[in-house]
């Protein structure tokens, strides 16, 4: 039997049973794992507690911090280096011989994994979406997830997504990959974008409006690859037409069409997704900064009282 690594894993979870098990029983080297539960309805925490992990309940208040941030403040870690991993994500055996190695390396406090990203059991390999590098393996008391400002949205969810690793130290980079594969249906990845597209919206909405950034990783054309995708983004936003650029981008300029029907089908997806950050950020724009809060006239709201007070008094008679 192969020997435990000196690491803890942070899993954040709601509804995991479908990935749990395999994410898990990739995690066997692990010396400690959490998983950080947000009052899951499935039998997501008999699966964790079956394979004998830690297991947190988290109450987001709507505030900062989100999930990981709050785990990284408050989660009893035995160990120096922490590795977080979602619930869709595996960590085959070369890469836990290299981080084994990695971590007995004093010039780095942190190291990036690259992620293999699979969709409709296929490896996304062009479009842009590898390499996908991702800052998840640091020593916890150096690194903590930059707060843009975006947790006053309704429906963004209460873990950090898209969020990026602040460290204090040098970064490195790992050579071997983690495995990205939700093992539910595209009715979870539609829902779980849905929700990702109001974030976005608000961090658009933050870049045109020029909120302060400070605190944050920051945009830098020459900086490391999350800081240029971060300028760019700052590009991105000003453009006219995204949804049609989104797709001709990842299907033709960047080659998504190299990976048969599920690059075309994930092409005409993400198209549809920079739809919906762009008819949100419109509602941003025009209620205040606020999503669904356009207001009814006077006599407009009388009537829809008038008709929900009618409806309870039908309820109650029935």
């Known amino acids: 039997m192969s020997s435990k690594i000196p690491v803890s894993v942070l899993i954040p979870a709601k509804n995991e049973q479908a990935n749990l098990p395999a994410c898990l029983a990739s995690l066997s080297r692990a010396d400690e794992i959490f998983v950080v539960d947000s009052q899951s309805s499935d039998n997501s925490v008999e699966i964790a507690k079956s394979h004998g992990v830690n297991v947190v309940q988290f109450n987001f208040n709507g505030r900062w911090p989100k999930k990981k941030n709050w785990s990284l403040d408050n989660l009893p870690f035995r160990n120096e280096w922490v590795l977080i991993v979602d619930c869709d994500e595996r960590i085959p055996p070369e890469l836990w011989e290299e981080i084994d190695q990695a971590i007995q390396n004093n010039e780095y406090t942190g190291y990036y994994l690259n992620r293999r990203v699979f969709f409709l059991g296929k490896w996304i390999r062009y479009g842009g979406k590898y390499p996908d590098w991702n800052l998840r393996l640091f020593q916890h008391k150096k690194g903590r997830y930059e707060n843009l400002n975006t947790e006053e949205i309704a429906n963004t969810g209460d873990n950090e997504v898209h969020e990026h690793v602040i460290l204090q130290g040098k970064v490195g980079y790992l050579k071997n990959d983690m495995l990205h594969e939700d093992f539910r249906d595209l009715y979870h990845w ?84 920079e739809y919906q950050i762009g008819v949100k950020l419109y509602e941003l724009r025009n209620c205040g900064g606020h999503l669904n809060t356009a207001t009814l006239p006077k006599e407009g709201a009388e009537e829809q009282e008038s008709r929900e007070t009618e409806g309870k008094l039908l309820t109650i008679d029935s």
Request: proline share 2%; charged share 25%; no cysteine.
């Open 190 to 273: 539609l829902e779980r974008h849905n929700r990702y597209s109001n974030w976005e919206a608000s961090v658009y909405f933050n870049i045109l409006t020029g909120k302060d950034d400070s605190g944050t990783i920051g945009a830098n054309l020459f900086g490391d690859a999350v800081q240029r995708k971060r300028f760019l983004k700052k590009v991105w936003v000003h453009l006219p037409f995204k949804p049609i650029l989104r797709f001709v981008l990842f299907y033709i300029i960047q080659r998504g069409f190299l990976d048969g029907k599920a690059g075309y089908i994930y092409a005409r997806l993400l198209s549809q997704y």
